[in-house]
């Protein structure tokens, strides 16, 4: 059974920082990535930010790049997403994927099969 256990989201004011874990199992992908996602009330499911598990290639959405980082430990089978000078946009429900990686870095939601239960986030002006 995969599965993949979101938690760090939670409520901050602006210029904060959260860190957000995923730890995933269960799934059989050779290689694969995992994303971070969000989605805001009557918006669209964005990419944030995704990692590749053997060649470590990152993708950053503009909106956050060098604000947010992205790590992993294999051994611990857990992506972060360090957010730090957090803004009211950045307000969603956040969640991680898997998908297979097929020699790209996925970093559109449908290129993700499994996904989280999700964690809130909520940045207050």
């Known amino acids: 059974e995969v599965q993949l256990v979101e938690s760090g989201g939670g409520l901050v004011q602006a210029g904060g920082s959260l860190r957000l874990s995923c730890v995933a199992s269960?799934?059989?992908?050779?290689?694969?990535?995992i994303g971070w996602f969000r989605q805001a009330p009557g918006k669209e499911r964005e990419g944030v930010s995704c990692i590749s598990r053997s060649v470590g290639s990152t993708y950053y959405a503009d909106s956050v790049k060098g604000r947010f980082t992205i790590s992993s430990d294999n051994a611990k089978s857990t992506v972060y997403l360090q957010m730090n000078s957090l803004k009211p946009e950045d307000t969603a429900v956040y969640y991680c994927?898997?998908?297979?990686?097929?020699?790209?870095?996925?970093?559109?939601?449908?290129?993700?099969?499994?996904w989280g239960q999700g964690t809130q986030v909520t940045v207050s002006s």
């Open positions: 269960g799934f059989t992908f050779d290689d694969y990535g």
């Open positions: 994927a898997v998908g297979p990686y097929l020699g790209r870095l996925g970093t559109r939601p449908y290129e993700y099969h499994y």
